[in-house]
């Protein structure tokens, strides 16, 4: 799935009870930190400075926070909800919903499983240049890493999620494939990881790129290995992270040189189903009343439906239909407020959404001969573990398909699964599920 782009941070401490609050929004890439201290508050941007920017005015009256900065022209309105705070933030053009966790301390970013230099493993710079079937040209480049030794080790070709994203499928400074390929190298498993069309090292035509193009690409360095003296070519096998997860069987369907699959966090369900089973959870975790998350999924089903080409009016008139009635906070709720349509039209208008609200995993799931191993977290709210590890094992009876536990979709362990805590987890990826993943790996 998309990966969330969340990058701005609130921190609200209150001195009596010493206690912090955390919250991440979608559309920023800045972190922020407010300290109530007495009768002042103090705001700060520590990804990009220690001073801290003046607040103008702020009230805390009884479990409502109102807080504004004009100078950099930020508002945010807070209410106390358990032991968070949620409400929303608005600056300039932009205003979004926020939710704010507690947490020990002031914020900040630790991630102790990057691995260090001097690794444990030996790398090589592995890249091909090819021409996809649209007729562009195409450069990629990635990172091979395998244990110290000069013998033929098992391989995993690694393909990343949906969005543009380098080798490491960086995150949040999480970098789950440096970490699972540390971890494998360890174990004897060698890996490649690469970075994807436009990032990094690599180059190509994105404007019409899709999850099909992109499983091109994945094929392309798959064969960039052929006749690599580190990498047994009995043992080479594909997998990759959610939409990694479907391009990984799609290529092992067609390509019999691929001899194992690995699916984290992949989907088994139609793309149209694994958007809608994403909005619904993401919903229900935010608290929403039924009659509205209701009204969301009716408007979402109509939405994902509409032909191409449809105008930025017809996007209004289906959302307006569905929101009548409604007041302008229920409306932002749900996010069918001010600016839906023209968001709407944009991401329908656009290749990938379209291929992959078509994208049917029957089509090749069934196709798929060697080994498959499927994982999905049991709290993840991007792919839905139940409906769609079933659905992979209805399609593929010979896959292993497994419930990891606590988990969410990046696969660290969470409290709710809900993106907005990606960023605050120091995990970057479960230990156990890497040790499942290479036994089986090396149990083939």
């Known amino acids: 799935m998309k990966k969330i782009a969340i990058a701005m941070l609130l921190c609200v401490g209150f001195t009596a009870h010493a206690q912090w609050y955390t919250g991440i929004s979608q559309k920023t890439g800045l972190a922020l930190c407010i300290h109530l201290i007495d009768s002042a508050v103090e705001l700060y941007s520590p990804m990009q400075t220690l001073d801290p920017i003046p607040v103008s005015s702020w009230s805390l009256k009884g479990d409502n926070l109102d807080l504004e900065c004009k100078s950099i022209g930020l508002k945010m309105s807070l209410t106390r909800r358990d032991s968070t705070f949620s409400g929303y933030w608005k600056q300039a053009f932009m205003k979004e919903e926020i939710t704010f966790h507690p947490t020990d301390t002031l914020f900040r970013m630790q991630r102790p499983q990057t691995p260090q230099p001097p690794y444990k493993f030996v790398e090589e710079i592995v890249a091909t240049d090819y021409t996809d079937s649209q007729g ?3 450069h990629l480049e990635g990172t091979l890493t395998y244990p110290k030794g000069d013998v033929r ?11 543009q994203q380098n080798r490491d499928e960086e995150i949040f400074q999480h970098k789950p494939f440096l970490v699972l390929a540390d971890y494998l190298a ?3 498993i060698a890996v490649l990881r690469y970075d994807d069309r436009g990032v990094g090292a690599s180059t190509g035509e994105l404007d019409n790129a899709d999850t099909r193009l992109f499983a091109e690409d994945a094929e392309a360095m798959f064969r960039a290995l052929k006749g690599n003296k580190h990498v047994d070519p009995k043992r080479l096998g594909m997998g990759g992270h959610s939409e990694g997860g479907a391009i990984a069987p799609m290529v092992a369907a067609r ?12 989907q088994g369900c139609t793309g149209l189903d694994v958007m809608l089973q994403q909005n619904e959870a993401i919903l229900r975790t935010k608290g929403l009343s039924e009659k509205l998350i209701s009204i969301r999924m009716a408007c979402m089903r109509e939405l994902f439906s509409m032909p191409t080409g449809s105008s930025q009016k017809e996007f209004k008139a289906v959302i307006d239909r569905h929101t009548a009635g409604l007041s302008k906070e229920q409306t932002d709720s749900i996010g069918l407020g001010r600016g839906a349509a023209a968001a709407a039209k944009q991401q329908m208008d656009g290749r990938w959404m379209q291929t992959f609200l078509a994208l049917d995993p029957a089509e090749y799931l069934t196709k798929v001969k060697c080994p498959i191993l499927a994982l999905n977290g049991s709290k993840d709210q991007q792919v839905l573990p139940q409906p769609n590890i079933e659905r992979i094992k209805e399609l593929n009876p010979q896959a292993d398909c497994i419930l990891e536990l606590g988990l969410n979709h990046l696969f660290q362990h969470c409290n709710t699964g809900s993106p907005d805590e990606y960023l605050l987890i120091e995990e970057t990826f479960a230990t156990n599920v890497m040790k499942q993943l290479a036994d089986w790996i090396l149990e083939l």
């Open 255 to 266: 390509n019999k040189d691929v001899k194992f699959v690995v699916m984290l966090a992949g």
């Open 153 to 163: 080790y098992p391989c995993l070709v690694l393909v990343s999620g949906s969005g």
């Open 136 to 138: 562009n040209k195409v």
């Open 186 to 188: 360890s174990r004897g």
